[in-house]
């Protein structure tokens, strides 16, 4: 039996840029996007999910599925708009994060956001 002293899955540092809109608008009215504000965060599980995978809205939707992104219990922040950088790639959110029932997980994620792969 494996010794319990050390966690049996470890996450990942990821980038989540977080786009910014200015106070400035375009011809048509619209606002100007500025720099996205870049952040790291830890403890992050990466799964690769093929589309075929999917199941549910995304899926009837035919809304294509490169990964999904496992954020820790202590990350609260809205995920919607953002991109998220993990080995040398980038990935676009779809939606935004969904969080599971906190007595349903016992481990350290509880939040999950499907990605589309854009670079």
Known sequence: MPS???PLISGET???ARPEMSTD???????????????????VLFDPTA??????????????VD???HFPKTYT??????SIEHGGRTYQVIGDI?????????GQWNGVVSCKEVS
């Open 4 to 6: 319990l002293d050390f």
């Open 14 to 16: 990821v980038i989540v």
């Open 25 to 43: 608008v375009d011809e048509m009215g619209e606002p100007i996007a500025g720099e996205p504000t870049r952040e790291a965060v830890g403890n």
């Open 51 to 64: 589309s075929s995978d999917v199941s549910g809205n995304l899926r009837l939707a035919s809304i294509e």
């Open 67 to 69: 990964a999904d992104f």
């Open 77 to 82: 922040e809205s995920l919607r708009g953002c």
């Open 98 to 106: 969904r969080r599971y029932t906190e007595a349903n997980v016992p």
